[in-house]
């Protein structure tokens, strides 16, 4: 067993040795919201939004986009478990902005290992084969952390399928700070009806 599954394995054993009445919390968010950030090991939306289990949605991806997954997920947290209100928070220093699709698909076009970052930029060391395909995503990253929270709130107050009723706020969580700073263009952007 490789160290990293024995840690997580062996937290699992505490953690459900002290579980309590969390197996009767009930589906729907108490508190009736959900947060769409980024996946960065450096955020912990629990602590930095005061959540416990049970209180809120929290939907992660790279770079915290509004990715058509992304909504996806937070049309299913309003229209089947009562979500109200939505967060979308990036972060500084984010790794999302360290590349663009070209270089992402220049980096899988060379191989599938992992890549090397320095002063000049990313390299692949790796021996190949890579493939083609990174060419046909949009890797969503990021060149302004305010310019990007702002057109992610736009495109999810935009989207059909979003009411108009649901207030969307956006922030950048300062990863030196702890602190979430708010974008006022996203939040005008995403104001209820």
């Known amino acids: 067993m ?3 599954k024995d840690e997580v394995l062996t937290a699992n ?14 589906m729907p968010p108490g508190r009736c919201f959900a947060v769409l950030t980024c996946m960065d ?12 289990e049970g209180d809120a949605h929290v939907i992660r991806n790279a770079g915290g986009r509004a990715s058509d997954d992304a909504i996806r997920s937070l049309v299913i947290s309003y229209k089947l478990l009562g979500t109200k209100e939505w ?5 500084t220093d ?3 902005e360290t590349f663009n699709n ?5 980096l899988l076009n060379s191989s599938l290992e992992t890549a090397t970052v320095d002063a000049s930029g990313w390299h692949d060391h790796g021996a190949g084969p890579g493939s083609p395909e990174g060419g046909y995503i949009n890797w969503l990253t990021i060149s302004n952390q305010a310019k990007s929270v702002l057109e992610d709130v736009t495109r999810v107050r935009e989207h ?3 009411p108009a009723n649901i207030p969307i706020y956006g922030y950048i969580y300062d ?4 602190k979430l700073i708010e974008v006022p263009e996203a939040t005008t952007a995403g104001a209820a009806a």
């Open 87 to 91: 967060f979308i928070i990036h972060h």
């Open 175 to 178: 990863c030196k700070t702890g």
């Open 160 to 162: 059909p399928l979003v």
């Open 41 to 52: 090991a450096r955020l912990d939306p629990a602590k930095f939004a005061g959540l416990s």
């Open 2 to 4: 490789s160290r990293v």
């Open 13 to 26: 054993v505490r953690y459900a040795s002290d579980f309590g009445d969390k197996g009767n919390l009930p």
């Open 102 to 106: 070209e270089i992402m698909t220049n």
């Open 94 to 96: 984010c790794g999302m």
